[in-house]
Nanobody, 115 residues
Framework: QVQLVESGGGLVQAGGSLRLSCAAS????????MGWYRQAPGKQRELVAD???????SYADSVKGRFTASRDNAKKTVYLQMNSLKPEDTAVYYC?????????WGQGTQVTVSS
């Protein structure tokens, strides 16, 4: 069974940067996709970035040019480099792992951007 643990969240001023990590344990099968989502208070969870096992990425329009997803398959870890952070990026950030119709979620990490 796959388990995901996010880390790297925190409090940062607008314009700052954070790097989130999502470490997976258990059997990771390919091909797969791993995504970063976020959920702000009172809002629905939304996709931020997606990365496949071969490294293909896609991003929400709101983060294009500011966020970069990457992965290290040997370490079973995906990353989200977040630059030029804005107060509207404040949310709990979750990663997920998708393989053949199954989805596993991490517990989330809080990102707070102050103005």
């Amino acid at each position: 069974q796959v388990q995901l643990v996010e880390s790297g969240g925190g409090l940062v001023q607008a314009g700052g940067s954070l790097r989130l990590s999502c470490a997976a344990s258990g059997n990771i099968f390919s091909p797969n996709a791993m995504g970063w989502y976020r959920q702000a208070p009172g809002k629905q969870r939304e996709l931020v970035a997606d990365i496949t096992s071969d490294g293909s990425t896609s991003y929400a329009d709101s983060v294009k040019g500011r966020f970069t997803a990457s992965r290290d398959n040997a370490k079973k870890t995906v990353y989200l480099q977040m630059n030029s952070l804005k107060p509207e990026d404040t949310a709990v950030y979750y990663c997920n792992y998708r393989y053949w119709g199954t989805t596993t979620w991490g517990q989330g990490t809080q990102v707070t951007v102050s103005s």
